[in-house]
């Protein structure tokens, strides 16, 4: 099997030896300082991966920084900040990114938000559903150029099975109290793969690909911060979820595996194309959602 994202070389020939330039692949995961995203992180370090981190706080970042390096001491990994429901952040580190690379090999948007509680941005727009869905729109197409001047740009979105409690039809009401926190979590998730699925739709053609994620049901931070009753639930559940480096398998295979055209746009779990579980998932409601997308960050789509 060829890996497409595996790192690559150059050569050129003098007319006494060879010299071999080294170029790694780059991988930008965002929520890269813990769970999921770290294990993706550690996983991509030692198959010599370039890594940038996509985070919040600069004190857990370089923390997990150096969890890489312990473990792989040859890792590069450089630290970007933003707060996914802060456009502005995103944009600003989107800046700081361009000003240092001048390509993208894959962009895992990783990162998740699970509400304990209802909350709205300025703008009406649910926080969760900011964090989980438009933040990581805005922050592909910022990076979009980059992930072009690769030779193959993937985009990893991580979804989840909660996309069955998603419906479109709530997307974007501003200040919307009626909803639940699940109906909130699975409007981010359902929102994931009807961006991939329109994403590599509008790619087609192109050497960029998309592709949505189920990791499974993880014992990652996900639910520690519920109240009440949710939160003993989650408790008594965890001995039974899988461990964060069995929950980035799929990212990781994704992100290097030599993948057919068919797999464009997909779904995955486990490392296979996967089922959906929502009828909401169709291309009248991704195109729909990328609309209304572009008016929530002022951008419009260039081809």
Known sequence: MVLNCLPMANFFYQTKHIVLFYMPNIALITGANSGLGLSTAQALARKGFHLLFLVRSREKGEAARQQILEKTPQARVDLFFADLT???SI???SR???EKYDRLDCLINNAGYAPASIEFTREGYEKSFVANHLGHFLLTFELLDLLKAAEKGRVITLSSTAHALG???RFFLKNNSSMSIWSAY????LANLLFTRELAKRLAGTNVSAYAVHPGVVDTQFGRNFTDW???GFGLFRPFMITTEEGAQTSIYLATASLPDSYNGGYFSKSKPARI???D???FNAQLLWKRSEEAIGERWKP
């Open 86 to 88: 802060d456009l502005a």
């Open 167 to 169: 419906k479109s039809r």
């Open 230 to 232: 949710w939160k003993y």
């Open 281 to 283: 998932v169709n291309d």
């Open 96 to 98: 700081q990114i361009h």
């Open 186 to 189: 699975g409007d981010g998730k």
């Open 277 to 279: 579980l929502n009828s």
């Open 91 to 93: 944009r600003q580190a």
